[in-house]
């Protein structure tokens, strides 16, 4: 999505951890790449699944300004991510409101959202577009999501484009009630949390390495609740924790303030705890180790591996774009749904409908 280059280096605070303060995008550690949180309040929808409102203002096809707390991103008519070219790695979308209108060069599209989570390996390459359909006319469409770049290692960085569909109704969700009724929830993405292991993810993947200990946490904890993070599995698990909404919390016997991160221990259980009501997301993983060269969305291991991704995409536009415009939407009733390029379609285990589109 957003093309922003990225730093994985961290700066040490007055603290035993090590903190740095929260920007756009997140700083990330090998083996992630770039991290990012859009939140948007978009109003009513249109015909179009736009905005029921006045762009006047807004500069179109680079709108980041969050006029009246919502931007439209690259897009024209419906906000979002038009067809855009990534090779060498994998993004990782979680999106927690609203949906996301998905469809690439390879033929595959897909409507998601409202906690599903789409794992995409870009290996050799592909072109996709990412739309955020207003689909209600008659009240607010609020949007909110995650965006995570994985690397991939030199091996797999010319595997073939694929992606995973991680349903809402397959994520495992970790949720203890204390006897004051207050609550801690954990959403499992990636790895293992107390036994709780989410779908696998692409087989090329990082993170199906059985040793790259990835693992993608969200922790939701009200005022006054704590919880103890498990360790990893290798001692050389890095893991990061992201305090993007609440005023302060403790780590161990630290304390973290609003709009944080902090690089944690990983190699024993640690209680965090909530001084205000908070939620982080956690990034954990053995690093790859390998040079990283980036330039916009391509991430490779040299210079040279750059140069031939644009001569690459160039010369084959990494399969051509199929679609009649650069941001295509579903209809307004399309239910969630996902077409891989063989014309296999995937479904939520509990959604009956068909995808109409």
């Known amino acids: ?48 699944l736009g905005p029921a409102a006045s762009l006047e203002g807004r500069e179109i096809g680079n709108d980041f300004a969050g006029i009246d707390g919502w931007r439209m991103y690259h897009g024209d008519t419906v906000p979002g991510f038009p ?17 996301i209108d998905h ?28 739309t955020f359909p207003l689909v209600e006319r008659d009240s607010p469409n609020p949007v909110e999501l995650f965006q995570i770049w994985l690397n991939l ?3 797999d960085k010319m595997a073939e484009p694929y992606f995973e569909m991680l349903w809402d109704e397959d994520i495992p969700r970790f949720i203890e009630t204390d006897e004051s009724g207050r609550t801690v929830a954990v959403t499992v993405i990636a790895g293992e949390f107390r036994g709780r292991r989410p ?75 909530a001084q205000s009501a908070i939620e982080c997301l956690v990034l954990q993983g053995r690093p790859i180790g390998e040079p990283v060269a ?12 750059i140069e031939q991704a644009f001569d690459d995409y160039r010369r084959t536009g990494f399969g051509g774009w199929p679609w009649t415009n650069d941001e295509p939407v579903h209809d307004r009733g399309a239910t969630r749904f996902a077409r891989r390029p063989d014309g296999r379609i995937d479904t939520p285990s509990d959604q009956a409908e068909s995808p109409s589109n």
């Open 199 to 273: 779908p696998p993810p692409p087989p090329r993947s990082w993170a199906s390495k059985a040793d790259s200990d990835v693992a993608i946490w969200h922790l939701s904890l009200d005022a006054g609740t704590r919880l103890v993070l498990p360790p990893a599995r290798s001692s050389e698990a890095v893991r990061t924790l992201y305090l993007y909404a609440g005023d302060s919390m403790t780590i161990g016997d630290e304390r973290l303030e609003a709009s944080t991160a902090a690089v944690i221990p990983s190699d024993h259980d640690l209680a965090i705890e």
């Open 1 to 48: 999505m957003s093309n922003v280059s990225n730093s994985s280096s961290t700066s040490s605070a007055p603290s035993r951890l090590q903190t740095f303060p929260l920007g756009f995008p997140w700083r990330t550690i090998d083996p992630f790449l770039f991290c990012v949180h859009h939140v948007d309040d978009y109003p009513n929808g249109n015909d179009a």
């Open 294 to 305: 980036q330039y916009g969305p391509f991430v490779m291991n040299d210079r040279a591996g």
């Open 153 to 155: 290692a030199g091996a």
């Open 83 to 99: 067809q855009h070219p990534h090779r060498g790695f994998e993004t990782v979308t979680y999106v927690r409101k609203g949906f």
């Open 103 to 130: 469809s690439d060069s390879l033929g595959a599209t897909a409507r998601y959202g409202r906690g599903d989570v789409q794992w995409l390996t870009a290996g050799s390459g592909i072109v996709h577009s990412e």
